[in-house]
């Protein structure tokens, strides 16, 4: 299921350029999701494209990983205003998008600390909880969900930029016939 082009289920589409839909390969087993579009993805209705899309799509191919290999989304379609995280009641109102993008995956990422708050449904400390596997339910079906550091937040840190590069080997690892 995908938004109505007119989507207006929340407040974020009086400042969207586009809606970012889902890019990558909508059968894949692995997802990535982040938590909203930013600017560049705003524009260009593509998610991960910007300069952390950038980054993302480096440290993937560093460990073999194609990103059209993949699934990749957001829990939310449209940029919120001034790059803010996304406010639960707007997560909420494309939950049932992101159920419906993630319904064959067997592994989901959560790339960041609001992405994995929204698919968790409660808030974690990515340090604590980064790169262990976790279990949650996703249209009725049990699945791995791995939380990880968001490509932005390697511009601050080697733990934050190490902990990525751990889950895009992991990635490539689980994509292996």
């Known amino acids: 299921m995908r938004p109505d082009p007119d989507c207006r289920l929340c407040g974020l589409w ?3 350029t586009k809606i970012v839909l889902p890019s990558g390969d909508p059968d894949s087993r692995v997802a990535l999701v982040g938590e909203a ?3 560049t993805e705003d524009a260009e209705g593509v998610p991960f494209v910007g300069r952390s899309g950038k980054r993302l ?3 993937l191919a560093e460990a073999g990983v194609d990103r059209d290999d993949l699934l990749i989304t957001n829990t939310v379609k449209c940029r919120p205003p001034g790059n803010r995280d996304p406010k639960q009641s707007e997560m909420s109102a ?3 998008f992101l159920e419906g993008e993630l319904s064959s ?3 989901v990422v959560g790339l960041g600390r609001s992405a994995c708050r929204d698919i968790l449904g409660y808030p974690v400390n990515m340090s604590e909880v980064a ?3 976790l279990r949650i339910t996703i249209g009725g079906r049990d699945v791995v969900f791995i939380p990880t550091f968001h490509p932005a937040a390697c511009v601050y840190g080697k733990a934050a930029q190490e902990g990525l590069r751990i889950t895009a080997e992991r990635i490539a690892r689980e994509l292996k016939p």
Do not use: L, S
């Open 37 to 39: 579009p930013g600017a």
């Open 131 to 133: 790169n262990r596997d």
């Open 94 to 96: 494309c939950r049932v």
């Open 14 to 16: 009086e400042g969207r």
């Open 57 to 59: 799509t480096r440290i």
């Open 105 to 107: 995956c067997e592994v």
